[in-house]
């Protein structure tokens, strides 16, 4: 059987499952909250910006962004802060200086920087948690259910079966993320309109030992800033669907395969944010998965890594995983 006809079936059957629609509807259900709840957020902050500094103030965004840098400059003055929240407030409070500065509007709500944000906050547990719903009993299911092994009498090879599995893995992420934008566009500009595709957004931001470095940086349209978060986002799913399909692989039940997949990646960020002085989890791919922070000039938060190494880093964890997958895949007894 062709390598054609076998993704075409792979993907009629996810199609046919409730799952993928499962995965759209949470992430459709999800952007309408956070939009809902972002559009009523900006009225609060309006309107506690108003009683401190004036109704006709919150109207003008130079103003609106002093009073939050006075507000943060005053938190960091706080005795009960820890060290890497005060860090990240400098940080953020040396944004903010810069576009005073510059003057450049970062306040500006609309549905594509919506999606931009939206997807930015979604790359460490959101996204992660779609892709696995989405991916991680695609070999297990089939394993458990017997049914792979209709294929396997007909004389298709292993290598096949599994390879169009990790192929309709890839496409689906992709349709994914393709209805994430859809969704998070469509919604939002019902709140905040549906301009911003033009204005400028200020990208390159570098953070080194803690400081701000504006010497990289440089402006993007707002559309082409948003295809940049989620070329970055729809890397991240690859890299989240090759380990759930890793452990789908070694794995026989649906529920064992999801549950270790979720436990990888909650255990890995918890490590990461614990450990940050040991080295080792800087190559967790769970540490590696905020890749739209080293564009936005987030902290970081273990020292020494930048968007090459993160890349590299989530880049071997891909080969692992097939090599993984198609070396024990190959090899397991699946006839009993």
Request: hydrophobic share 50%; no cysteine.
């Amino acid at each position: 059987m062709k390598l054609y006809n076998l993704v075409k079936n792979e993907v009629f059957k996810m199609i046919g499952k409730k799952r993928l629609y499962i995965t759209l509807g949470i992430a459709f259900v999800i952007i309408v909250a956070f939009a809902y709840g972002q559009y009523h957020s900006l009225d609060r902050t309006k309107e506690n910006l108003s009683k401190r500094i004036g109704i006709e103030a919150t109207s003008d965004w130079r103003q609106v962004l002093q009073q939050q840098l006075i507000d943060i400059k005053r938190r960091m003055d706080s005795p009960y802060m820890d060290d890497d929240r005060r860090a990240n407030l400098r940080v953020r409070a040396e944004q903010m200086q810069f576009y005073l500065d510059e003057d450049i509007n970062p306040l500006e709500v609309s549905a594509v920087t919506f999606s931009t944000k939206f997807i930015e906050q979604s790359l460490l547990f959101l996204l992660p948690l779609l892709m696995i719903i989405l991916s991680a009993d695609i070999v297990s299911g089939e394993l458990s259910g017997g049914t792979i092994k209709l294929l396997l009498v007909r004389g298709v090879s292993r290598w096949k079966i599994l390879l169009s599995k990790y192929i309709t893995i890839i496409l689906l992420e992709a349709l994914v993320m393709f209805f994430v934008l859809i969704f998070s566009i469509g919604v939002s500009g019902i709140f905040f309109g549906y301009g911003g595709w033009t204005t400028p957004v200020v990208t390159g931001f570098k953070v080194v030992a803690g400081k701000l470095v504006t010497s990289d940086i440089v402006n993007v349209p707002g559309w082409k800033y948003l295809m940049m978060t989620y070329g970055l986002a729809y890397f991240v799913a690859v890299v989240v669907g090759s380990v759930s399909f890793m452990i789908s692989t070694l794995v026989r039940s649906t529920a064992a395969s999801i549950g270790i997949v979720l436990s990888t990646l909650i255990g890995g960020t918890l490590l990461t944010n614990f450990l940050e002085d040991w080295k080792l989890p800087r190559y967790f791919f769970t540490a590696n998965l905020r890749l739209t922070d080293y564009i936005s000039g987030s902290l970081n938060p273990i020292e020494g890594m930048d968007m090459t190494f993160s890349l590299t880093v989530l880049s071997v964890w891909i080969i692992i995983s097939i090599f993984v997958s198609f070396a024990y895949f190959t090899r397991r007894d699946i006839l009993v």
